[in-house]
């Protein structure tokens, strides 16, 4: 028995995906700019897809930038994004973001340092959500040095959604561009690209059942990202290399999947199967904590810190009994630091080491829920007394 309570690492590639790719690399395995007849099968394959993603997004078709992923996505936006800013108007020289980023989008931060930038971080609360006052203070005394804001939508570790609107709009107010990371978000829940107050929105295929290795940078019409990828003319030139078609084709299956997903209005019910895991585990234990369980999550994502344990150990005891779980980011798994996201709402550094993620997927059932509870209160119990 394996249950996968570990999602937001990356999701099993739905049937339909694999049927995909695999016939792009059996047959439709020309290069898209090709002129010829094998070229135009594949650059159809590529077209369809782009569809597909824009109809999941929410944005018109020629919005979207194919990437390797979500990490690549973030750091065209962020690069990109600040980089074209600042060649139009060099006194706008700050990018801002909160804390508990994402690698992809921190290193990016540090990137526009070194070509000249100023980085802000802003604070968030105990309930992850980004401290709003002081990003308009910091708008109404520097608003006209600032470039760019990202925050991600809703957050890799604890799933806390930012009221991205309000952020959005704040800095529209201010000229300053914004990107949301909407790695997590994409393909688990609803997105109108055309109705949102931001200019770039990233995503990623393999968090909903796509490929890896494959993404999209969604950039507003008129809005400028200076490319990374150069030598190419591909993706309106504003992202050089041969597309990945199969990637890019399963990438399109996975949309549409969840897009028929997303209307059968499961999220509710997904949500009652989150609370649901959460009750039954604070009912079973004492010193139970949901980290970010003040403010909106998602409903795939269950933060719960143990008191006394460790992180470390338990997700090694947890995937031996056969429930996957993580201690913090994929990315930083590897990792005996405490959780800098977690770090960054003001928990401990211990409550920080004992907190372990658990994330669905839309097919995740409430009989895997029940039977992960018992393991994972089995697991702690033994932890505490050893
Ligand atoms: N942003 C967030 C919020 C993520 O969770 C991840 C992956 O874990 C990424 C970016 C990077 O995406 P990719 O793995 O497609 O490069």
Redesign the pocket.
Request: charged share 15%; proline share 0%.
């Given at each position: 028995m394996s249950i996968n309570l570990d999602n937001?690492?990356t999701t099993r590639p739905a049937p339909e995906v694999i049927d995909a790719m695999t016939e792009c690399l059996s047959e439709d395995w020309g290069n898209p700019s090709s002129a010829h007849r094998r070229g135009l099968s594949a650059r159809r394959r590529v077209d369809l897809a782009r569809d597909s993603v824009a109809k999941l997004v929410g944005c018109r078709a020629n919005e979207i930038v194919f990437t390797s992923?979500?990490?690549?996505a973030?750091n065209l936006a962020v690069v990109g994004g600040f980089d074209r800013v600042r060649q139009s108007d060099p006194r706008r020289r700050i990018v801002i973001g909160p804390g508990t980023e994402?690698p992809?989008?921190g290193d990016a931060f540090a990137e526009c340092v070194r070509l000249g930038g100023e980085h802000v971080t802003l604070p968030v609360g105990n309930d992850g959500l980004l401290d709003i006052d002081v990003l308009e203070e910091l708008l109404r005394a520097r608003g006209d040095e600032c470039a760019l804001l990202s925050v991600?939508w809703a957050n890799?570790e604890t799933g806390v959604i930012q009221p991205l609107d309000r952020i959005g709009r704040l800095c529209r107010d201010h000229g300053v561009l914004v990107h949301t990371?909407a790695?997590?978000w994409v393909g688990r829940m609803p997105c109108d690209f055309a109705s949102l107050p931001v200019d770039l929105l990233?995503c990623?295929a393999?968090?909903f059942h796509g490929p890896?290795g494959v993404?999209a940078l969604v950039v507003r019409s008129g809005v400028q990202v200076r490319p990374r990828a150069l030598g190419g003319a591909q993706e309106r030139e504003r992202r050089g290399g041969t597309e990945n078609v199969p990637a890019i084709a399963g990438f399109g299956v996975a949309c549409e999947l969840a897009d028929s997903w997303l209307s059968a209005d499961r999220l509710e019910s997904m949500s009652r199967l989150r609370d649901g895991f959460e009750r039954l585990i604070l009912d079973s234990l004492p010193g139970v904590v949901v980290n970010g369980g003040g403010a909106p999550r998602l409903w795939n994502t269950s933060n719960l810190g143990f008191e006394s344990t460790r992180a470390q150990f338990l997700v090694v005891v947890l995937s031996e009994r056969g429930v996957a779980a993580s201690g913090g980011?994929?990315?930083a798994s590897g990792s005996i630091e405490p959780s800098g996201v977690l770090l960054g709402m003001g928990l401990d550094p211990e409550t920080a080491s004992s907190s372990l993620r658990f994330s669905m997927a839309r097919d995740t059932t409430d009989e895997e829920l029940e039977r992960a509870v018992e393991i994972i209160v089995d697991a702690v119990r033994a932890a505490r007394e050893s």
């Open positions: 937001n690492a992923g979500g990490t690549e973030g994402h992809a989008i991600m890799n990371d790695v997590q990233s990623s393999h968090k890896k993404g980011s994929a990315c």
